[in-house]
C-alpha cells in the first residue's frame, strides 16, 4: 500500500488540495444553507473516490496489497452518488459520521493511554 501512496504522491496532493478548495469554500460562504453544505460534501466524496480509484488501477501491477484502498475509493464514490441524491440525509449522516468518529477516537485513546501505563509516566493526560 505504501508504494502505492509513494507511486502516486501527486493523487495524494490533488486530494489534499481538494480539501483545502472544500474548507476555503466554507469559510468564504459562513451564511451557506445545509444544501449547500450536503452538496459541497457530496462532490468531495465523489471526487475524492474517483481518483483514489485511479490511483489504484494506475498502480494495478504491483503486487502489493491494494483492495482495502479500491474497497475506499469505491465506497466513496457510492456514498457520494447517494449523498447528492439526497442532500437532506447528507447532514443527518455527517452528524452521525462525527458521533461516530468521537466516540472511536475517545476509545481508542482510552486503550492507548492503558497499554503506556508500563511504559510511561502520566498516562492519565493520555486517557
Do not use: C, H
Not at 9 to 17: E, L, N, Q, S
Amino acid at each position: 500500500m505504501l508504494r502505492i501512496l509513494t507511486k502516486n504522491w501527486w493523487m495524494v496532493a490533488i486530494r489534499g488540495g481538494l480539501l483545502v478548495i472544500f474548507a476555503i469554500l466554507l469559510f468564504i460562504n459562513p451564511g451557506l444553507t445545509a444544501v449547500g453544505l450536503a452538496i459541497y460534501f457530496a462532490a468531495l466524496l465523489v471526487i475524492d473516490g474517483i481518483f483514489n480509484l485511479i490511483g489504484v488501477i494506475a498502480g494495478w501491477k504491483s503486487s502489493e496489497d491494494r483492495w482495502l484502498l479500491l474497497v475506499e475509493g469505491a465506497l466513496s464514490l457510492l456514498l457520494g452518488i447517494l449523498l447528492f441524491r439526497a442532500p437532506g440525509v447528507t447532514l443527518l449522516f455527517m452528524s452521525l459520521v462525527f458521533a461516530f468518529w468521537f466516540i472511536f477516537s475517545g476509545v481508542t485513546r482510552v486503550a492507548m493511554g492503558v497499554q503506556l501505563r508500563k511504559e510511561i509516566k502520566g498516562e492519565g493526560w493520555m486517557i
